[in-house]
């Protein structure tokens, strides 16, 4: 049997295939057998690719404050219910964990599909009902409500996996940028918004085009973009490069620890690529089944690994 396989992956396509076409711009720009596309690529779009692969670990760590505490928190899904709607069996999704994070710390979660890092996002952004506590900037998060909670959470947005369904496609970029500034009541966003698309590199003339108009990695800035005009403190990106090539991921990569060195962000970053995780973080923590196996310093997480399970995760990596 023969496989045609299409991926920007190019680690999966490396222990794959045999043969590669390399596209671009509709064109075939460069074939060849695996090896010798990936030791000597001769064009210059096929180089920046190859390139790409590599990454340098994000060591940076002039921390400040600590910003979030979380203690103890659990995730929990109702399976079965009676007939009156009582709960009769649940899931524990994620069991009850505690870290914090600190003002310019970039804190990666990783694990497999299930581990439980999408309901820890999805809690510690009080998306889902969760048991524990967070202190945010000294606030206990989970105690906020109505207006005092609507207010507060422009300290900590979100950057989502797939930047074409995370935009409305019927608003312009500009009604986008917008949106947030509006809903917090945010006087002068005139000016908020061209600071923001400056921030990720974009200019004005992006501000009356629609999102079907954008490449993946322009949406993506414009969805940084979005979440930079309210000037949170944290970050919280989902998958963030998945859906982009293995060039506009670095690209990204970088505009990310530009952006964080010059606001004071601090990330916390959902991935299964443990190279974003090495470029982008410098701590880790490794969920395994909604537990904690292993957490630490990134580098010497993912050079020293103790636990079995982690070891199998960075083989599998090929970092």
């Known amino acids: 049997m023969s496989i045609l396989f299409i991926s920007h992956d190019l680690l999966a396509v490396s222990k794959l295939c045999k043969k590669i076409l390399v596209l671009k711009k509709g064109k075939i720009i460069e074939s060849g057998d695996t090896n010798s596309i990936f030791n000597s690529p001769k064009n210059p779009y096929t180089k920046l690719l190859v390139e790409s692969l590599t990454f340098h670990y994000n060591t940076q760590k002039n921390f400040g404050k600590t910003i979030m505490e979380v203690e103890n928190l659990g995730v929990s899904y109702i399976v079965k219910k009676n007939f ?47 048991n524990g506590t967070i202190k945010l900037l000294g606030q206990d998060f989970f105690s906020l409500k109505g207006e005092s909670l609507r207010d507060f959470r422009k300290n900590i947005q979100m950057i989502f996996q797939d930047p074409f369904s995370s935009l409305n496609p019927k608003m312009t970029i500009y009604q986008i940028l917008k949106e947030g500034l509006l809903a917090h009541k945010i006087p002068n966003y005139q000016t908020k918004i061209t600071q923001a698309l400056l921030d990720v590199s974009l200019d004005e003339s992006f501000l009356e085009r629609y999102p079907n108009e954008l490449s993946g990695g322009q949406r993506q800035r414009i969805s940084i973009a979005r979440s930079l005009v309210l000037k949170p403190k944290i970050l919280l990106l989902d998958e963030p490069t998945s859906a982009l090539d293995k060039n506009t991921q670095k690209q990204i990569l970088e505009l990310l620890l530009r952006l964080a060195k010059q606001y004071h962000l601090s990330y916390i970053c959902i991935s299964h690529d443990l190279s974003v995780i090495a470029s982008l973080c410098q701590s880790v923590i490794v969920l395994k089944k909604g537990e904690i196996l292993e957490r630490g310093d990134t580098q010497e997480v993912f050079a020293n690994p103790k636990n079995a399970y982690v070891k199998k995760l960075l083989e599998a990596s090929g970092i």
Do not use: H
């Not at 899931?91 to 439980?116: D, M, R, V, W, Y």
């Open 84 to 130: 009156w709607g009582k709960a009769l069996e649940k899931f524990e999704a994620l069991k009850p964990l505690s870290f914090q994070l600190k003002e310019g710390e970039n804190l990666g979660i990783i694990g497999e599909s299930g581990s439980g890092k999408t309901s820890l996002g999805n809690a510690i952004c009080r998306l889902i009902e969760s």
